[in-house]
């Protein structure tokens, strides 16, 4: 009887679990396989998809200049959006922990989850209205006799680094208010009593403690900024060099769905490995700071 309950108890989650994984097998890994399956189909002279197999997709992406450009060009920037969303995460994140008003901890954390709950279209479409020639901050500027000529914000790399941080701050902030809330409030004070400055406590105490959350956001940051092409294509329109930008043309407006599948799966991949050699310095890092 005993037995039977016990083991009874051992299936119990995987049957809770099995809603789940059969909404992952159908929505995620049967689409990943069909769109791997695609991607090595061949086509025609006219895009028509054939019913052979080869790597000729696979062949185009990593012989083709413009696509590994664009490739390097995509990772550079996600690189670059990940670093910026950590570094002003922090004092966001500072703020959050150590606010010790119940009901302005709530407020600030409504400001930050708010923008989450906005369309990442309308949270572009708003970028446009700033940034354009005719927009607030050129209307502004030539207001204040600052500038004579409306200034060129729009259609460039820069405006859509300024976006993706914007819109995906939140993302950094979070894991790193989770590791700041994790270091006990005596530790920093029995630095301090021992001697050590401000300065040092910061380096030398919180600093390394943080570092998990910081590495958390980074990985989540670059992943979602590297398959990202919403914002790029509507601020930075559809010259920009990015990966994501050829997929959608490939894909929507040339119509050669095997390499856009080629694409997709190339990006993914360089994305999972690059995530996981993060991951992995992550894991070595928690190991030489907490020793497990």
Not at 91 to 101: F, G, H, K, Q
Not at 155 to 175: D, R, T
């Amino acid at each position: 009887m005993s037995r039977g309950k016990v083991a009874g108890g051992a299936w119990f989650p995987w049957l809770l679990l099995t809603p789940g994984m059969l909404f992952l097998i159908a929505f995620l890994v049967a689409p990943g396989l069909l769109l791997a399956a695609l991607s090595l189909r061949d086509v025609d002279g006219m895009l028509m998809v054939l019913p052979t197999y080869s790597l000729s997709q696979y062949i185009t992406v990593f012989t083709s200049a413009g696509y590994l450009d664009a490739l390097g060009t995509t990772l550079w920037v996600a690189g670059l959006t990940a670093l910026l969303c950590v570094l002003l995460a922090w004092p966001a994140a500072w703020l959050l922990v150590n606010t010790r008003s119940r009901t302005w901890r709530t407020v600030l954390y409504v400001i930050l989850i708010s923008p989450l709950l906005t369309s990442v279209v309308i949270r572009t479409f708003a970028w446009i209205v700033l940034l354009a020639q005719n927009g607030l901050i050129n209307d502004v500027l030539r207001k204040l006799g600052v500038i004579d000529t409306p200034l060129a914000l729009l259609w460039n790399m820069k405006a859509v680094i300024v976006a993706y941080v914007q819109v995906m701050l939140p993302f950094a902030v979070l894991p790193l208010a989770t590791s700041l809330g994790e270091i006990p409030a005596a530790l920093p004070r029995a630095s301090q009593s021992l001697g050590a400055g401000a300065r040092h406590t910061f380096f030398h105490v919180l600093l390394p403690l943080t570092i998990p959350g910081m590495m958390s956001g980074a990985i989540i940051v670059f992943a979602l900024a590297a398959g990202s092409y919403v914002t790029p294509l509507l601020i930075g329109g559809r010259l920009q060099p990015l990966l994501p930008i050829n997929i959608y043309q490939q894909a929507l407006q040339i119509a050669n769905l095997p390499l856009a599948a080629a694409l997709s799966l190339t990006l993914l991949a360089v994305t999972a490995i690059i995530a996981a050699v993060m991951s992995r310095l992550q894991k070595q890092w928690e190991r030489r700071v907490y020793g497990h």
